[in-house]
């Protein structure tokens, strides 16, 4: 073992055993692998590929005191029963929830503290603030963490952390401010914290930055949705069902959004909570019609009709620039998985045989001897399948940065090496083409603005590499996501859709679908004049619908954010920097894999 493995291989020791002891479990199985935890009492580390600086072990660090922290002092009960429903607070909700548990650790062990202060602090040195220009460059839920973490954690201001807030802190300095100090006092009452903190989120109303004119229509739909809903004949629920059926389908959904350290108790917890009556109306309530307004603005457009030529180049010289040492960690990594696949296709024959192709190499016996036997042979069948596979890479403005370029750099570089080994690849982006709706939104005004319009905004589904094309004429249109403008709204439900009836015509055999996302699914214009949850739920029905009923494997990456709520195969990463080692670590398992899955 060189000294690099020994390195990699006590610092794991050292981390398990802080893990072990700040958590206060130390029957629990650890570690390093970027997979979900196969059992209870699990809990799975980024695997450690590469310690070349002290960044990247305080990054590792803060994230594994993090895990600790959250075994010890999260309740999950308490967290369901005070979790908003709507996508943006419950995003909102998990940020101050984490905080809390990662302060009364650092207020108990100064080298907690640090780590994780360090680790959040890193994240900036790096944001450029050339590339915040408006309040849509800098989300929510960006600018609520670093308000919250500046008062509990002291972070130091930069240039850039001052822009971030500048958008938001007056809103934040009136609604959050007053109440700082009582979220502090009561730190370590998870139940106190999280009602004050989830009734602060519901007062936040940030839409309070849109026009007058927009507020109004919001309220008016909103009356309107509530009149409607009363009016409804085949609601069969009273305003108050309503509410607890909401309540309950939050903790159906969300029973697996922390899945480390899951305990009997919280299994059980869920059982008691969730009445055959309150399932049977769950199941109603999922046959609900996702409905769209409109998609006469709707486009799917191939990559290189979205820029000029040159400009396209231009990216993706930039995208080459940014990323060289990802790229040559990212390729040796890929040459590992193309030495399998090149391994599962290598030909082989059976000779001697009765039947089959005549082996015209053994023709000489009969020639020596006109009574022997004529020698056929065979081709082994392999268990390896012609194959398809299809990258869905979420364009959304919060992707916006490096993750979005690290993102098409392992695209681009497992595109190349799938092609190599004969596995078609397809690689598509989804995004939306305006912040507020745009032309949907114009027609829903002029007509009188109807309740309950659903999707509310204009779609935009990108082609960067169709999966019948090389790689080497698609490598440039990789570079077009880096396009300042083209990342706004991500409406993930339809994009898997399309990106699903795409690769399910397709005539290979086995079929992988792979996303690649940072968030759930956000689009203010249309959730501002529907539930909040509403395009989260389509998403949840999509892809149960696809897991269910067709033989295309679908798995999800999650950048920063836990997918496995929506996919029964997902995994969730830290820093995106591990998105590259994450990908092809998977596909190399599907590869791996000889029982295919059959449709139910």
Known sequence: MDEQEILKERFKSAIT????????????????DNNLPSKKNSLNLPEIIKLKNIQDFTNLRAFADSEALKIKYNNKKIYIKNEPKSSTGKALYAIAEKIRY????SNKLKGVKNNIVECYENKFKEKKIDEIKTEADVPITEAFELYLRSYFFNIKQTRSTKKVLSYWKELFDNNLN????????????????????????????????????????NENTAEDNSKSENNDEDNSLSKKDDE?????????????????SESDDVDQFNEKEISVEQRSINKKLAKEKYKIYTNNYDEVKNAEDLESEDEIARLRKSLDQQLTSLQNLVTKLANKLQRQLLAKQNRSWEFDLEEGILDSSKLSRIIINPFQALSHKMEKETEFKDTVVTLLIDNSGSMRGRPISVAAICADILSRTLEKCSVKVEILGFTTKNWKGGKSREKWNLENKPSNPGRLN??????????NKPWKLSKKNLGLMLKEGLLKENIDGEALLWAFKRIANRKEERKILMVISDGAPVDDSTLSVNSGDYLEKHLKQTVKWI?????????????????????????????????????????TKLFSEKKQKTIH
Do not use: W
């Not at 204009?458 to 999966?467: M, N, P, S, T």
């Open 178 to 217: 007053p109440k700082l100090k009582l979220l502090n006092n009561n730190i370590n009452d998870q139940s106190s914290y999280s009602q004050l903190i989830s009734k602060l989120i519901n007062s936040l109303n940030y839409k309070d930055s849109e026009s007058k004119e927009e507020k109004e229509e």
């Open 458 to 467: 204009d779609l935009r589904h990108i082609i960067y590499k169709a999966a």
């Open 102 to 105: 990662e302060k009364i650790g």
């Open 17 to 32: 055993s802080a893990v072990k002891a700040i958590s206060g479990n130390y029957d629990l199985e650890i570690s390093f």
């Open 547 to 587: 897991e269910e009923n067709s033989n295309v494997e679908i798995f999800a990456v999650g950048i920063g954010h836990d997918v496995t709520r929506y996919y029964q195969k997902a995994i969730k990463i830290a820093d995106v920097q591990e998105l590259g080692d994450v990908m092809i670590n998977q596909l």
């Open 244 to 260: 607890n059926v909401e309540d309950s389908e939050l903790k159906i959904s969300d029973s697996s959004f922390e899945n480390l």
